[in-house]
């Protein structure tokens, strides 16, 4: 298993998720933990191999942390 962590600044414009997923196949990375997310809900998203689950940040898209991990189908 190989993890990380990745302060993204910011996931909040359109493509940016799938944009991080496929730096993080080419780097062949398992687990990374993620900050300055900047979505205003928690959830958890699907992104080309990996699942993305991510807390809080604020209304303005501030703040936020999150973590992704690859997902084997």
């Known amino acids: 298993m190989r993890s990380g962590t990745w302060k993204v600044s910011s996931l909040y414009r ?3 998720l799938t944009a991080v997923a496929r730096e993080l196949a080419r ?3 398992d687990l990374v933990g993620m900050q300055e997310v900047s979505w205003d809900q928690g959830d958890t998203v699907r ?3 990996y699942n993305f689950f991510y807390g809080k940040g604020n209304k303005n898209h501030q703040l936020g942390t999150g973590f992704i991990v690859y997902a084997t189908e």
């Open 14 to 16: 359109t493509g940016s």
């Open 27 to 29: 780097y062949k990375l």
């Open 47 to 49: 992104a080309r191999s």
